[in-house]
């Protein structure tokens, strides 16, 4: 039995057998190992092994086992948040570790076959996730620590160009393929879910993916630097995303608003805590899509407030725009305008919000969408 410095079991009743060939300061390896279910099996060659300037070569391969095996085996040493989540299908891996002195080096991927994760209390799934994810770990610093910042820049003026850049797809050679099906959180949000990675400069994983959301387009591109704990950067863009769709969608606010929306948003953080997200986002109402835009009095009367008593029903509107900070766990509105200008030039709807009077808690946010997809079910 193998323990960490927390004392809790890392592997119970494993078995690991090797046969080593030594000829002068060079060997040859060979060995099985084996925890319950699981098996693995290395392989490889060394050179000056026992100096300071060996080299060593070795291959592990780990066959298909069920995701669900995998979590029963480690159980102890499981990540807390996946304990108890839904978990379904297989995994397999092969990875190269290369021994440099006092480098080490991990190079390989890690193939995933109809794989589904669910929320413990069913607030999320996403699956079936099938595909490879390449994997890469150096214990030398990156060399280029400045590509975590070479993704595009998220911003409305470049909304045109990066959209471009996102349909032509020129993710660089060598790169890597998921596919994750479809992304529940309370509702459907997300559909033929791709995501495409390579990995550089020691840890560093740059990736890129697409979904189709609510009639309309998602794309994003990001980075996630693993070398020094968990920090990512990473931004999206939405086309033609149908507030229609959307709101069709969630029973509570059916019928509420209509028309085609895009936006751009960019984010950054560290670690896993929503605490830690930073990042901004603007959305605003294409005029020229094939939806009308339309607000319901209904609506209008919950974001308007009295201002809003006088409105006698729907309304057409013509200008839209949300723009928004997220910091310290909390989405802070710079502004929300919903407004018309009619033939005669004359304002004829107008709602706004006063800037960064108004917050959002992110986590009470997404709770909230859950609770609402709870209810909209029962009432099936």
Not at 267 to 283: A, H, P
Request: aromatic share 8%; proline share 3%.
């Amino acid at each position: 039995m193998f323990e960490r410095e927390t004392k809790r079991a890392v592997v119970k009743d494993g078995t690991f057998g090797a046969k080593i060939d030594c000829l002068g300061k060079d060997l040859t390896l060979r060995a099985d190992a084996a925890v319950g279910p699981l098996s693995a099996r290395l392989s490889g060659t060394g050179t000056r092994w026992t100096g300071k300037d060996r080299h060593v070569t070795l291959k592990l391969s780990v066959p298909v086992v069920n995701v669900p095996l995998v979590r029963e085996v480690f159980w102890d040493v499981f990540p807390d948040s996946l304990l108890y989540v839904g978990l379904e299908g297989s995994i397999s891996s092969t990875l190269s570790l290369i021994v440099d002195g006092q480098r080490l080096n991990v190079e390989g991927e890690v193939l995933l076959k109809e794989c589904r994760l669910s929320g413990e209390n069913g607030e999320y799934s996403i699956g079936p996730i099938n595909g490879s994810f390449p994997v890469r770990y150096g214990k030398t610093a990156p060399q280029a620590q400045g590509s975590l910042l070479t993704i595009p820049t998220h911003e409305k003026s470049a909304f045109d160009q990066l959209l471009t850049t996102y349909e032509r797809d020129p993710l660089e050679q060598g790169s890597q393929t998921v596919t994750l099906g479809v992304f529940h959180y309370g509702f459907p949000l997300l559909e033929d879910i791709r995501l495409r990675s390579t990995s550089r400069d020691s840890s560093l994983n740059v990736f890129r993916f697409d979904a189709k959301m609510f009639n309309g387009q998602l794309y994003g591109s990001g980075a996630l630097d693993l070398f020094e704990g968990l920090n990512f950067k990473g931004g999206f863009l939405v086309k033609g995303v149908s507030l229609k769709a959307l709101c069709d969608t969630i029973q509570p606010i059916q019928g509420f608003i209509s028309g085609k929306v895009n936006g751009m948003v960019s984010v950054k953080g560290s670690g896993t805590g929503l605490s830690t997200l930073m990042g901004k986002g603007e959305f605003w109402v294409d005029p020229t899509a094939d939806e009308k835009t339309m607000i319901s009095r209904e609506f209008l009367q919950k974001v308007g407030g009295v201002s809003a008593k006088l409105y006698l029903g729907d309304r057409r509107f013509d200008k839209g725009i949300l723009e928004a900070y997220l910091k310290d766990g909390y989405v802070i509105f710079k502004e929300l305008e919903l407004s018309n200008r009619n033939l005669l030039g004359m304002t004829d709807l107008s709602v706004k919000v006063a800037p960064f009077n108004n917050r959002i808690d992110l986590d009470h946010l997404l709770w909230t969408i859950t609770e609402a997809a709870t209810r909209a079910k029962e009432k099936k």
